[in-house]
């Protein structure tokens, strides 16, 4: 019982890192950057072609 005990704590005091959720983060912030670059280049277009005629 101890044992486990001593490997929750060492589990705890030594966080782990994980890369996948690095890169799970990158991904999602570039395609969130890309998608709001998308909206804004479809309003540009629609307002210019509206304002065009």
């Keep these: 019982m ?3 005990f001593d490997d929750i704590a060492i ?3 030594k966080p ?3 890369f996948g959720a690095k890169v ?3 991904a999602l912030d570039a ?3 890309f998608l709001v670059g ?3 280049g479809l ?4 307002g210019s ?3 065009a005629g």
């Design 2 to 4: 101890d044992a486990i």
């Design 43 to 46: 309003g540009i277009t629609v």
């Design 31 to 33: 395609a969130g950057k």
């Design 11 to 13: 589990a705890l005091r």
């Design 49 to 51: 072609r509206l304002i």
């Design 24 to 26: 799970r983060v990158i």
């Design 38 to 40: 998308v909206a804004i």
């Design 16 to 18: 782990q890192s994980d």
